[in-house]
């Protein structure tokens, strides 16, 4: 694990590569690899590079990175882990390469060099990286399958730059800080903006499963080279073909999958939170090895939150030594505006608090590799909102999409909008439905369209397309209209898959959108600000692609979400952590918002402070009546204020 950046000159006047720059941005990342850094650059090829080190595998001085060959003719970058390495490697010493160390970004440098670009597909594992094939004068940036890693970029004045961090592209004079209108849009609905974009004008979030290309023209291009609903099944359909047969395989893979993230020269843990996922990983970790560390977090004032007690349970039955964490109000507060330092564009996720809190307690403890349970509610129905999803499209929508008139859909949200004007969010969907939308958008929403209209000033108008994000989704629609990113992948679903089933869609969006640029990015950013790389074992190639071909009535049957893995669990777990209610990882916002000692004071402060910065976009006396309609008992917009909080205490421009 680390933390890469640099930047390619793409233009026909040559420069000098500034290091000074370079060690700049190295600085900024410094958290993603304290172990030491390295700069590496190239007049001749008009590129430098910077990588900073989280010692994971080979902690001698060979792991180092970039990593080149022994001709110098392909350099790597990685930020991540490649869990068959040792595979890769066998085979490729058979070819007659011969290997400095024991690292797993070697087998990148050799990967590369035989078979080229296609040498992706033989990876598995997470990573963002940048390889540079000198002897060809061409550069790749990669962001994983699913996208665990992020790599960020920019295209001005001629140079690309990118980096692990956005904050590693500001060291950059050439890279401007301002706001990106679409960005921010698109941001208050979905609670982070969706890729390609960011909050920030210029700066783009390379989307999972996808490179960019520099060609020895100095060309940019794009290209998707890995597409969960293109690919071949690599599962049959006896590999489905009854639940007996789907537990055998969910077990076996998750076994897999959790054995290869235990490899590791320093020591690692997992986060126990007591549900079913975190669970059934640390009950795999126990059957592989001797001494695990497990780690809870909760909250002095959430009660309602906390799980600590069947953490406990679990930790008791297999063994652990276990750790937990209690944290209170103020320091939640206290380390709020470092969040969003560590977040560089807002992840509107009470979540990143409680994750920064655990993963410190973790690194405190001397472990510096964990293991978590992200993607399993996605992939296997876990959450009680898709149930509602699905009931609803079930019982009214999917019929009465095909039997009621267009006029009387459009008639009937007409009168509702005069009844329940104040129902915004609600009567988002019955516009949705009386206009032939997606009736699911996202597992979290903060702000419908409607809603927006009220909060955000539009500049719409003056806001051109941007190229770089028609390059890499062609034919995006980039009206201001989120349905326009539910629809841009649900379109790709349907070219590849025209017979999936509104599960599988929901699941696809998920792992196009708020999976890999929201979920897995508060990990990253909470884990890696601590010094900490966290592995998710059910984003596992085997069992993504396993999981998502996998027939829907497995996954939700008789009103039981998650059924298919619950019963996979049976013999495994305690039957009351299995059935218990479902508990969410969250924070206690509804409590600090309405009598907060720290928070529910500096909401109020911190619009007074930021309305004229804001005031160009946002309105921001429309938040003021929100921020007191939320505090009568009746009312509750948590989400909506915590989306806007981490929104305005974010700089938009360079000199704030």
């Known amino acids: 694990m680390c933390g890469l950046a640099g930047y390619i000159n793409l233009s026909k006047n040559t420069f000098r ?7 700049a941005m190295q600085q900024s990342l410094e958290h993603r690899g304290p172990d030491g850094y390295r700069i590496w650059s190239s007049e001749h090829h008009q590129v430098g590079v910077i990588h900073r080190r989280l010692s994971i595998l080979d902690l001698s001085d060979a792991g ?19 869990y068959n390495y040792k595979t890769l490697r066998k085979e490729l010493e058979d070819l007659g390469y011969i290997f400095s ?22 990876l598995h594992g997470m990573f963002a990286m940048v390889i ?15 996208g665990k890693k992020p790599l960020y970029f920019s295209l001005q004045d001629g140079i690309l730059s990118f ?10 004079p050439w890279n401007k800080k301002s706001l990106n209108q679409r960005g921010l849009y698109h941001y208050l609905t979905f609670l982070v903006t969706p890729a390609p974009m960011t909050l920030y004008q210029n700066i783009y979030k390379l989307p999972n499963g996808f490179y960019a290309k520099i060609n020895n023209k100095k060309e940019l291009s794009f290209k998707e080279w890995y597409n969960l609903a293109a690919i071949k099944n ?13 537990i055998k395989n969910i077990r076996s893979i998750l076994h897999d999958a959790v054995e290869k993230r235990l490899m590791a020269d320093v020591p690692f843990g997992a986060f126990l939170s007591g549900g079913i996922d975190s669970s059934l990983i640390v009950a795999y970790m126990s059957q592989l090895t001797s001494h695990v560390k497990t780690f809870n977090v909760s909250f002095e004032d959430g009660p309602e939150f906390s799980e600590t007690l069947w953490a406990r349970k679990v930790a008791r039955k297999f063994g652990t030594d276990h750790h937990e964490i209690i944290i209170s109000e103020k320091e939640a507060f206290d380390f709020f505006e470092k969040m969003v330092y560590f977040q560089d564009e807002p992840l509107a996720d009470c979540v990143c608090i409680p994750l920064y809190y655990v993963s410190k307690l973790l690194k405190d403890e001397g472990v510096t590799v964990a293991l978590v349970g992200e993607g399993s509610d996605e992939l296997f129905c876990g959450y009680t909102s898709y149930a509602n999803y699905l009931n609803v499209y079930h019982r009214y929508w999917k019929y009465s999409q095909q039997f009621i008139p267009a006029f009387a859909k459009k008639s009937l949200y007409g009168l509702a909008s005069k009844i329940f004007p104040e129902k915004l969010n609600r009567l988002d969907i019955l516009r949705n439905w009386a206009k032939n939308r997606p009736l699911f958008w996202s597992g979290a929403t903060a702000f419908s369209e409607k809603w927006k209209k009220t909060i955000f000033n539009s500049h719409a108008d003056s806001t051109p397309n941007d190229p770089i994000i028609e390059m890499i989704y062609q034919g995006f629609n980039q009206s201001f209209d989120s349905s326009h990113v539910v629809e841009y992948h649900l379109n790709q679903l349907k070219k590849h898959q025209p017979n999936a089933d509104f599960l599988q869609s929901m699941i696809y969006l998920e792992l196009k959108q708020r999976l890999p640029e929201l979920l897995l990015m508060r990990v990253d950013k909470m884990t890696m600000a601590t010094s900490v790389e966290g592995r998710v074992p059910f984003l596992d190639r085997a069992m993504v692609e396993y999981a998502f071909n996998m027939p829907s009535h497995y996954k939700y049957k008789n009103g039981e979400t998650k059924y298919i893995l619950k019963k996979a669990a049976e013999g ?22 309405k009598k907060g000692i720290f928070f529910k004071p500096y909401f109020r402060d911190m619009l007074a402070a930021k309305r004229t910065e804001w005031n160009e976009f946002i309105d921001v006396s429309a938040l003021e009546k929100l921020f007191d309609k939320n505090l009568d008992t009746k009312h509750e917009y948590a989400l909506q204020l915590w989306t806007m909080q981490n929104l305005m205490a974010t700089s938009i421009h360079d000199a704030l």
């Open 17 to 23: 590569i500034d290091e000074q720059l370079l060690s």
């Open 572 to 593: 495994i777990l305690p039957h009351d952590v299995i059935y218990r209610k479902k508990v969410g990882f969250a924070a206690p916002t509804t409590r600090w918002f």
């Open 234 to 246: 690599p599962y049959t359909a006896q590999d489905y073909k009854n639940e007996a047969t789907c």
């Open 163 to 172: 980096a692990s961090e956005i904050k590693a592209l500001w060291q950059l």
């Open 101 to 122: 160390s024991h690292s797993d970004t070697e087998v990148i440098v050799y990967g590369f060099k035989h078979w080229g670009i296609d040498y992706l597909h033989k």
């Open 64 to 82: 180092f990175q970039p990593m080149f060959d022994a001709e110098k003719t392909v350099g790597v970058l990685c930020n991540g882990e490649i």
């Open 132 to 146: 540079l094939d000198l002897k060809n004068d061409e550069f790749y940036l990669v962001r994983d399958r699913v």
